[in-house]
């Protein structure tokens, strides 16, 4: 059976990276005020295009939230995100993963044992929950406002501010099997914002099942989770495999997981922010 390789490093939430790349020489940070629309994007435009650093904005005018870019913005900063040098290493550990789930059952005695082993190992990578977290130390719901937020305007005939790097989490109806998505979510005013997913998408599925039933379908978006976590909602990963599992699988550790505090789903307990409603059928 094939052995299994855990991440070395694992960033437990979004600051632990951002600390870390800091301390490497990697992020600058801009204390002049900067406006979401437009001005953030273009900097960071230049600045990716150019391999320049991670960009932490103190003041974005406006807000009194601060916004990060460019985190991802390397080969080495992406490595550095999944607890490999290269990311050649990353494939190597994928590749050994996936060729562990889909060899046979052995059928020798020392092999069944070695498997047991294994199996106690992904124990240890799948998502834990927990009672309280981060993401839940300040809870707004009556005045919550996703005018609250810093989100960025990118380009000029851009139909309005998009949130580009959030975390959709669904859970199907029928199945109760959840699906964790990265779909890009225009904001329409401070209560409402549109869902941009394709027919063939695990979410696009779960909504026709709740469709189906003339029924809301609940929706909680987690925004600012440790990095293995965002890459894992964007990873073509095999039919079946929780992306939570397979961040914990990166992480050498299970991504602690909250109930949600107005939906029946379960939420990232240390992102930045989370974003509980829900899509109408009508």
């Known amino acids: 059976m094939g ?13 632990e990276f951002i600390s870390f790349v800091e301390q490497r020489g990697q992020l600058n ?15 960071t435009d230049r600045v990716v295009k150019s391999g320049g650093p991670a960009l932490f904005f103190e003041k974005v005018t406006g807000y009194s939230m601060p916004v ?7 080969e080495q ?8 040098d290269t990311l050649d290493g990353l494939g190597d550990k994928v590749r050994g993963l996936l060729k ?22 992904i124990s240890s990578y799948a998502p834990k929950s927990v009672s309280k977290g981060a993401s839940q130390e300040v ?3 009556d005045d919550a406002s996703l005018k609250r937020l810093p989100v960025l305007k990118c ?68 925004l600012g989770t440790d990095p293995a976590t965002i890459y894992a909602a964007t990873a073509p990963l095999p039919l079946g495999m929780d992306e ?24 990232p307990a240390n992102a930045e922010i989370i974003l509980e409603g829900y899509v109408d059928p009508d």
């Open 3 to 15: 052995q299994l390789e855990a991440t070395s490093v694992a960033f437990r939430d979004l600051r």
């Open 29 to 43: 940070r801009v204390r002049t005020g900067v406006s979401p629309e437009l001005e953030i994007t273009e900097i």
């Open 68 to 74: 990060v870019t460019n985190l991802l913005g390397t």
């Open 77 to 84: 900063r992406m490595a550095w995100a999944l607890g490999v």
């Open 100 to 121: 562990f789930v889909q060899e046979p059952l052995p059928s020798s005695m020392m092999d069944k044992l070695k498997v047991l082993g294994a199996l106690a190992e």
């Open 139 to 141: 809870v707004l719901t």
């Open 155 to 222: 380009w000029p005939l851009d139909g309005g501010p998009f949130i580009t790097l959030p975390l959709v989490i669904t859970k199907d109806p029928q199945t109760g099997k959840r699906n964790v998505g990265m779909y890009r979510m225009q904001v329409y005013d401070a209560r409402t914002a549109g869902l941009h997913w394709h027919a063939h998408k695990d979410a696009a599925a779960h909504y026709r099942h709740t469709e189906e039933k003339k029924q809301p379908m609940p929706v909680a978006v987690a």
């Open 244 to 267: 939570l599992f397979f961040s914990g699988f990166l992480r050498g550790s299970g991504v602690e997981m909250v109930k949600a505090k107005t939906v029946d789903l379960e939420v």
